[in-house]
DNA sequence: TAATAAAGATAGTAATACTATTGTTTTTAA
DNA sequence: TTAAAAACAATAGTATTACTATCTTTATTA
């Protein structure tokens, strides 16, 4: 039996919580396959309904949709990386050691050894790599927001943001330049996959030292004084 | 009459050339009012052809579907992009001074004056700020990609990447740094207006100087030897 | 053992994303 | 100028999606 982390998310996310009963679980640890395989768009609770030998019906009584239980999912992943740099980084003191660990624990939340039995970090890392923005284009953003559903994602921005500022308190972007870590992560670890030609990572070493070695480039200069 | 600028994009984003008939026409300025009014989600077809008094299947005759529409004018943007740069530093030499035209083209492409009566630039950039990156981000990128449905994209990419690399030959990152560009601009515009958590632009003052003093920030400071 | 909650089975609906066919204009070219 | 061809409109039809509703069975708990 895995170790019982708990993710404490947002309630007004699911119908019943998932992680509370077998079939909530299943639900979790399928969907991320299935999302993974099909993407986003080709993904139904029908499809995952026939995957876990259980119905459509059923999987509403946990999730109002596709696109809340996709939200789901993706607060889920920043939590994670929110413990994951939470566990990493507590006995250092120096914010620029600090920064660094945030930007492995961003570029490397799928590397780290699985705590949670029935989530799949590295399936949900792609996910949100992929699907990730989706979340929050849509027409619904600021009603969305209002509820509390991006809450996780901001939190980290929060987190990551003050680091930013310990190490250079005069730099004008604190927040913009968390934002765009997470961002700039997730995008060039797609591009250098599908669309290399938008990007200067490569496939061909190892991507996720490439990632953070840019990454670490990036935040040195920009915070440099 | 609007003077005639016809864009050139990749033939197979559609079935029948929408710039040579009044119809096609019709399709592209009503589907941008439309995408822009209710999120790429809830457009469709069907609803398209009530607004412009035709039917779906008129609108099929020249696209495949709404994923490529979009795709068109998601081009057509980036074109347009270029076009701007193009016309706006064609008599600058110096590198530093052509970035800088580069990323007002960019932040402010729906600011300049429309030159092509169909296309209402404005709403265009609202569209590709919301909806851009849904474009790539599915299970057909590379199989798009190889078709070139992404070309506008990677040349303006290319265009200022090397750009980047006149500024500063040394700095080792011009293509992540360009497409870095496009996606903070986009993306912090729409935080501005939605998630204002996520970055350090507000709407209070003018969004677009804003965006223009951070991202000139960002450039001189990364670039910077 | 009765009550209650969770899950499964089944059916049904409106909308979406198309395809196909036929008829009517409009354009063009002989 | 007229016949052919292309463009468009009108209509119908299909499979799938995104649900809602209801009813039955199974498991849990008081």
Redesign the interface.
């Known amino acids: 039996m895995s170790v019982a982390i708990k993710i404490a998310l947002n309630g007004g996310l699911y119908n019943k919580d998932p992680q509370d009963s077998e079939l909530g679980r299943n639900i979790i640890e399928h969907s991320i396959e299935l999302i993974d395989e ?2 986003i ?2 993904f139904t609770f029908k499809k995952l309904s026939i995957r876990i030998n259980s119905t459509e019906a059923s999987i509403y009584r946990y999730f109002v949709n596709k696109h809340l239980l996709l939200l789901y999912l993706v607060n889920w992943y920043w939590e994670w990386v929110q413990y994951l740099i939470q566990i990493n980084s507590r006995h250092i003191i120096d914010p620029k050691d600090k920064l660094k660990i945030i930007i492995q624990s961003i570029v490397s939340a799928s590397k780290e050894n699985p705590m949670v039995g029935y989530v799949n970090e590295s399936k949900l890392q792609k996910i949100v790599i ?2 990730g ?2 979340v ?4 619904d ?2 009603d969305e ?1 209002s509820k509390g559903f ?1 809450k996780s ?2 939190n980290l ?2 987190t990551v943001s003050q680091v930013i500022s310990d190490v250079n308190p005069n730099f ?5 330049l968390a ?2 870590l997470f ?2 992560a997730n ?2 670890l ?2 250098a996959q ?2 290399p ?5 490569s496939v061909k070493t190892n991507v996720y030292d490439e990632m953070e070695e ?1 990454l670490e ?2 935040v040195n ?2 915070l ?1 004084e």
């Not at 929050?136 to 027409?139: I, L, Q, W």
């Not at 004008?172 to 913009?176: H, M, Q």
């Open positions: 099909l993407g768009e080709a992929s699907d923005m989706k929050y284009h849509t027409k953003v600021d927001n991006f994602y901001k921005a929060l004008k972007y604190p927040y913009a934002t765009n961002e700039m995008n060039h797609f591009f599908h669309l030609k938008l990007t200067d990572i840019m480039y990036y200069k920009l440099a």
